[in-house]
Every structure is written in structure tokens, then in C-alpha cells.
């Protein structure tokens, strides 16, 4: 199918971490966004992955990838109220000129104080 | 460094009303997007332009046309809005290859 999944509700503490989790489509060469949408406001991207790696880590956010499940992950170490936002994944694949990219349906984060 | 500038932010229409969506870029990107955005739907792609000249369908095209203007600006065009069109509108263009999108701040249209 064509469809970018993810969890639509996501309620951690303070101080803990999240995992927030997403399955794609593309078997092929393929590379994979995450993006936070804070209220009112347009989707920043966090960071990406290309689809040939296991891991990326960029200060308290880690991406892992298990290539054999399609399974994308998006950890926040030590989540803080800035946090709270819905993030999206997103696929792209890479195959030269112009790349249809499918977006999941979002993942609302909520941190409590 | 503006970024992806989309004006407006608001607006409301009646039906059957026409408007313009006005979108720019200053970061010298080909490809320009079309995205609404609806609860529970994420995003859905309306059009797009890969390149300055050429625009496409997306998945939900229908009641919408586009104008590529030159490479900076991307129009979107509603003829004759509906209710079913109310919707969080956004803006959106990339360079290519690994790099992901950079999106406007939304324009937000209610259909009465």
C-alpha cells in the first residue's frame, strides 16, 4: 500500500523519554523525515535518515530504522514542555528527479509538567 | 532568510467565492508544493511543480488550479470554494535529492 502509519496519541512525563513510532511503504533506497508541527504553526524538519543506515543520533533525538519491519522511531531523551507537538513522518524515495513523498498522519505529543 | 512566505494567514470565504493562495520562496528551490491539511488526515498533496514551467496533479486536485509564476512563486487558486475546502492550506518547496521540505506557516480557510 501507499499509506505512512503512525500512532495518532502519544502522553509522556516530563523529564522521561518518548518513543514515537512509524511504518513505511518503500522496500527500495528511500529517505526518511521526521517533523515537528508545534500549534499553529507550519512542519520544521528534525532530521532525516537514509534508508542504508540503522541509526542517527542529534542531541537528545535518536532515529532508528529496522529496515526488515519498514519500522521507523523517533526517541526524544529527557522530553520538556517545548516538546509537545504533533510530529509527522515522511517518506521520500530516491530515485532522481522528482520524488513523491508520503507524509504519516501525525503523532500528537503531549508532555506533562 | 525568509524561508517559504504564504499570505494569507486567514481567511474566510463564502461559498462559491474565488481567492488566491499567494506562496514564495527566497531559498532559490525547484520544486514547490500544495498541501492541506485536515484532522486526522495529515497531509494531502493538491499540486506541486517540480520545476520552474511544469505543475502536476497531486492526490487531491480537484476544485483547485496552480500558477508556477517564475521560480520563486506558487499560486494556488480556488474557482469556486466549497465547504468541504475549509482546511489548514500549506506551502512548501525543496531543493531535491536528500533535502526535505521547507514549509510556510499555513493559511488557515474557513468555507461558509
Known amino acids: 500500500g501507499e499509506d505512512v502509519e503512525q500512532s495518532l496519541f502519544l502522553s509522556v512525563r516530563e523529564g522521561d523519554s518518548s518513543v514515537i513510532n512509524c511504518t513505511y511503504t518503500d522496500s527500495s533506497s528511500t529517505y526518511l523525515y521526521w517533523y515537528k508541527q508545534e500549534p499553529g504553526a507550519g512542519l520544521q524538519l528534525l532530521t532525516y535518515i537514509f534508508s542504508n543506515m540503522d541509526m542517527k543520533q542529534d542531541q537528545r533525538l535518536t532515529v532508528l530504522l529496522n529496515k526488515k519491519d519498514k519500522h521507523l522511531s523517533l526517541r526524544i531523551a529527557d522530553t520538556q514542555t517545548g516538546d509537545s507537538a504533533i510530529y509527522f513522518c515522511a517518506e521520500i524515495p530516491y530515485s532522481g528527479g522528482y520524488q513523491k513523498v508520503t507524509f504519516g498522519t501525525g503523532t500528537k505529543l503531549q508532555v506533562i509538567p | 532568510n525568509a524561508g517559504v512566505t504564504q499570505t494569507p494567514k486567514f481567511q474566510v470565504l463564502k461559498t462559491g467565492q474565488s481567492m488566491t493562495l499567494q506562496c514564495a520562496q527566497d531559498?532559490?528551490?525547484?520544486?514547490m508544493y500544495w498541501y492541506r491539511q485536515d484532522p486526522g488526515m495529515g497531509l494531502r498533496l493538491i499540486y506541486y511543480s517540480a520545476s520552474e514551467g511544469t505543475t502536476d496533479k497531486g492526490e487531491v486536485p480537484n476544485g483547485y488550479n496552480v500558477s508556477r509564476l517564475n521560480k520563486r512563486e506558487f499560486s494556488l487558486r480556488l474557482e469556486s470554494a466549497a465547504p468541504s475546502q475549509t482546511s489548514v492550506y500549506f506551502c512548501?518547496?525543496?531543493?531535491?535529492?536528500?533535502?526535505?521540505?521547507?514549509f510556510g506557516s499555513g493559511t488557515r480557510l474557513t468555507v461558509v
Open positions: 512548501a518547496s525543496r531543493a531535491g535529492g536528500k533535502d526535505g521540505y521547507t
Open positions: 531559498m532559490n528551490h525547484n520544486s
